[in-house]
């Protein structure tokens, strides 16, 4: 069966006035904040407490806009008779975002958790050299990282923990039986004196 000529045109106006009569909805953006979506990437954040100075995320970066400087610092035996060690501080963390593509390449290769994907979004400048923000700009960020979302209650327990619940409760088991140990011969003490 042939297409009725105008039929095109007769649902398109359907669409058009179905959409006339609707309330319109525009956010006003500087006055009202949007609400984000929880994964949103904004804004690398550091941790600087975990940094450990081991450069991966400065190598693995496809773009080069990772810049970190260090240096070693001895730090003392722990007993005596034992070596000194030596470790490495942090003196420089920064972040070319003019350079960033937002790839989360950093994050991910990172082993001891020291970048996280902030929300903060707010953070243009007027001039392109401002957008290296030092590790000061980085650690400010950190506070607006959300939580991590919860675990799913029918998941099974990870090893870690399961690991850690069973040493704990062997600690307890012989701590209660010291404690009844204790409390026996408290009690045969009492009655021989007595």
């Excluded at 989360?104 to 243009?124: R, T």
């Amino acid at each position: 069966m042939p297409p009725i000529p105008g039929s095109g045109l007769a649902k398109g106006l359907a669409v058009t006035l179905r959409t006339m009569t609707k309330k319109t909805v525009t956010a006003q953006y500087p006055d009202v904040q949007p609400e984000l979506p929880p994964r949103s990437r904004g804004v690398i954040a550091l941790f600087e407490e975990n940094c450990t100075v081991c450069m991966l995320c400065a190598r693995e970066c496809p773009d080069w806009c990772i810049y970190i400087d260090s240096h070693k610092e001895t730090v003392p035996a722990a007993a005596p008779g034992g070596r000194e060690r030596s470790r490495n501080v942090l003196d420089r963390f920064a972040i070319d975002f003019s350079l960033c593509m937002y790839c989360g390449i950093c994050i991910e290769v990172c082993p001891f958790d020291a970048l996280f994907w902030s929300p903060e979004f707010e953070y243009a400048e007027t001039d392109i050299l401002d957008l290296t923000h030092e590790r000061d700009k980085l650690r400010d960020w950190m506070w607006t990282v959300p939580e991590p979302p919860a675990l799913d209650p029918r998941a099974e327990e990870p090893k870690e923990l399961a690991a850690a619940r069973k040493t704990a409760d062997k600690l307890r088991a012989q701590q209660e039986q010291e404690q009844e140990q204790q409390h026996a011969q408290d009690d045969t003490g009492q009655e021989g004196n007595a």
